[in-house]
């Protein structure tokens, strides 16, 4: 597996690292890449590879880590969840959105006064598969929230963009590219 990244092998699969997330309680089969799909498998003589793992990540972990909250959207949402983060010390957020990566009103309300303070936020979805850009316009659409300042996780999970942020310089680092 030289030079093709941090995978993971489970079941004879072989994973990127970086897309992997449970998706069953207790299946055999409990864990998946997702869209990205897996890049080998282990047979009985030999390793076969399908494709390369997405590019490998090189960070440096610093000393302190800053506080990175995850808040879920959902219907009825009200921000509260988002400014408590904040007024508990959050230096980043993410916020795992609807689809293609939108949120409701108050939860664009409260993301706008997060990024007032100087909160890094980005955005991903709480859809299995797929990835958020900035699609639709109007408060707590893609476009507003990249107006904003807001970035785009693609196609990780919420909890790997959350790692991620965490371990990123800044929030510039987040993005298309990741």
Known sequence: ???????????????????????????????????????????????????????????????????????????????????????????????AGYGIGNVNQPVFQALERARGRDVAVVLATRVPAGRVYPVYGGAGGGQSLKALGVGFAAALPPSHARVRLLLAEDDTMIGEAV
């Open 1 to 95: 597996a030289g030079g093709r990244g941090v995978t993971v092998t489970l079941n004879g699969r072989i994973l990127p690292a970086r897309a992997v997330t449970k998706c069953h309680t207790n299946n055999v089969e409990a864990f998946t890449a997702g869209s990205y799909g897996a890049v080998g498998e282990v047979g009985d003589d030999r390793v076969v590879w399908f494709n390369r793992p997405p590019r490998a990540l090189t960070i440096p972990v610093p000393a302190a880590l800053p506080r990175v909250d995850l808040v879920y959207c959902y219907p009825g949402a009200d921000g509260g969840l988002i400014d408590a983060a904040v007024a508990a010390g959050a230096r980043g957020l993410v916020v």
